[in-house]
């Protein structure tokens, strides 16, 4: 199974921007399907963002135009770039692929803070 680490969290103002990223243990492009989640204290995790092996993407209503979801085979790393924060997006992020998600594996996160 492909171990992946999520990176790049921090706290950010209202309106600012930050980029997320997940290293895998392979190549990412051999991944048939790679996706971002967060959990808010309280709330269900939810996804986020996701891409395919071939370069599908999908978006939450809630980030679409403001969230990019993308990966760097060179690097094994799979990116979250997010704009216009706002503090609704605070939450612990987690990447995972579909056999990790399917079996409710998941890793530490990445916490993010946006302040209002």
């Known amino acids: 199974q492909v171990q992946l680490v999520e990176s790049g969290g921090g706290l950010v103002q209202t309106g600012g921007s930050l980029r997320l990223s997940c290293t895998a243990s392979?190549?990412?492009?051999?991944?048939?399907?790679m996706a971002w989640y967060r959990q808010a204290p309280g709330k269900q995790r939810e996804m986020v963002a996701s891409i395919t092996s071939s370069g599908v993407t999908n978006y939450a209503a809630s980030v679409k135009g403001r969230f990019t979801i993308s990966g760097d085979n060179a690097k094994n790393t799979m990116y979250l770039q997010m704009s216009s924060l706002k503090p609704e997006d605070s939450a612990l992020y987690y990447c995972n692929d579909l056999r990790g998600i399917r079996s409710n594996n998941w890793g530490q996160g990445t916490q993010v803070t946006v302040s209002s």
């Open positions: 392979q190549n990412i492009f051999s991944i048939q399907y």
